[in-house]
Structure formats: structure tokens, C-alpha cells
């Protein structure tokens, strides 16, 4: 008997702190998706890849991009109240099959680039340069190693 209670209070337990984690998550996806800063509309268009660069101790070491590569975009619009935004990748023997990502969408906050592809949400860091380049810095896995990677785009 002081089994099957202690078993219903600990379901209890978690089933609580779940529902919890679940509105938190929800309210969360709700600050995301209002527009909050005007910067952010700056960003509407398509921006194309112009460079990667892996950054080093030793400093920042420009990467080769492929002719796709540089076909392909991010895509930033507004729809109703929301930014959203999609990557468009270009793919193929003459990178002519363009490949997009689920729409999602995303905020800037404090230089943080926080977007959802394919119900996946990352966090970056995103510089405008100008009005017509910009960068995102992520973090990946380099030859084995936590690197930081530098992507600068062109508005086209």
C-alpha cells in the first residue's frame, strides 16, 4: 500500500513539473514571435552567402565556398505581426533545385539571433555590417574541435 501511494505522488510530481515546462516553452515561442525591435525589419529580404570564415586563436581563416554554396540564401519576411525567416539552399549538378527549410520564426535580442528551422530552435550571433551585409557567428565542430564559424551575407 505505502507503495502504490509513494508511486501516485511521485507521478504526481513529474506530471506537475512537466506541465509547467510546457507553459514556460509555450510562453517562450510567444516572446520569439512578436516583433520587438525595429532593427529587425531591416533584415527583410534575401541575403546571399559571400564568405566563410573559421575563427581561430591564431585569427580568422577564410573557408572555400562552393558555386551552390553561394547560391543559396536566408530568406527574411514578415507575415502579419511575425518575422519569419528560411534557408534556402541550392543544390544539383548547376545548383538550380532549390532546397528551402520550413519557415520559422525568429528574433534579435541584444546581438542574438535566436530562429526555429523545421520546429528546431538555434541561437546565433548576428552583426550588421551595413545595410546591405551582415554576419552570423555559430558555433560548430571543426576538425574535431568547438569552433566559432563566421558567415557573411550580401542583401540582394
Known sequence: MKKVILLSLLSSFFLQCNSQKQEQIAKHIEELTTITNTDSKSLIGKWYLTGTYVLTNTGRKKETDTKC??????KFYQEHE?????????NGKDCSELISTTAGNFTLKNGDFIYFIDDVMYTASLKMVSSKTMTITTRDFYLGKDTLIEKTYEKR
Open 82 to 90: 511575425q518575422l519569419k525567416q528560411s534557408r534556402v539552399t541550392a
Open 69 to 74: 554554396q553561394l547560391q543559396s540564401y536566408w
